[in-house]
């Protein structure tokens, strides 16, 4: 089993009712060994029509976020949450989350395995942390999912409605984080093999 694979697999997914609604599946993509992962929550428009996670507003700051901080974006993972975009951006709900993420999100994670995982938002964060978070609370903090470091940051769609970059807003919050995902990487060891141990196997899932 490898990525492309699975991406293969996600295609024709209709394990839950998002299915219905998309125009495809947007599986995550990058560098099938990164040491970074970003997770979002779900697909918007602009990825729904082109097949590609973080490629409309949103994605396009990340993009700049990433090259302020002097990290390509070839170099990184990013997914999301759900692979279907939910109707009219809505948040998807708990059922959606559970049966997108024990199919694909998980071994996602556990081909890549990267050694820092960015949770982007409340509902990523929520995931990896097994409980209801304020972002606000959350962000710029380290956790630990299944011996993976994990470091919520703000979605960037929320940053693109609050513009302020004034000191303490959050989008000088954000640019303190990523200079902190980078700090981290570059004190970690280079990747040898794979960090995590098969989450999949895991009675939780
Ligand atoms: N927002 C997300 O959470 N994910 C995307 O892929 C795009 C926008």
């Known amino acids: 089993m490898n990525l492309e694979l699975l991406r ?3 295609q024709t997914c209709t394990a839950c009712r998002l299915a219905e609604g998309r125009t495809q599946v947007v599986f995550g993509e990058g560098r099938p060994d990164a040491r970074l992962m970003f997770v979002g929550e779900g697909p918007g428009e602009e990825e729904d029509k082109q097949g590609r996670p973080f490629v409309g507003k949103a994605g396009q700051l990340l993009d700049r976020i990433l090259e302020a901080a002097g990290i390509p974006r ?3 993972y990013i997914t999301n949450i759900v692979k279907c975009r939910p109707p009219g951006n809505r ?3 708990p059922d959606e989350a559970k049966a997108c993420t024990s199919r694909w999100l998980v071994k996602e994670i556990e081909m890549v395995s990267p050694q820092v995982i960015v949770p982007l938002g409340a509902v990523a964060a929520e995931f990896f942390l097994g409980e209801k978070v304020s972002i606000t609370k959350v962000r710029g903090n380290w956790y630990d999912w299944h011996g ?3 470091f919520p940051m703000f979605h960037p769609a929320y940053l693109l409605r609050n513009p302020s970059r ?3 807003s959050p989008k000088h919050l954000t ?3 990523i200079q902190e995902v980078k700090r981290a990487l570059e004190a970690l060891p280079p990747k040898e ?3 995590v141990r098969p989450v999949s196997q895991d009675p939780l899932f």
């Open 8 to 10: 293969a697999q996600a």
């Open 74 to 76: 070839e170099t990184v």
């Open 91 to 93: 948040t998807p709900l």
């Open 148 to 150: 993976i470091k994990v």
């Open 166 to 168: 004034a000191p303490g």
């Open 175 to 177: 640019w303190l984080d």
């Open 193 to 195: 093999g794979k960090a």
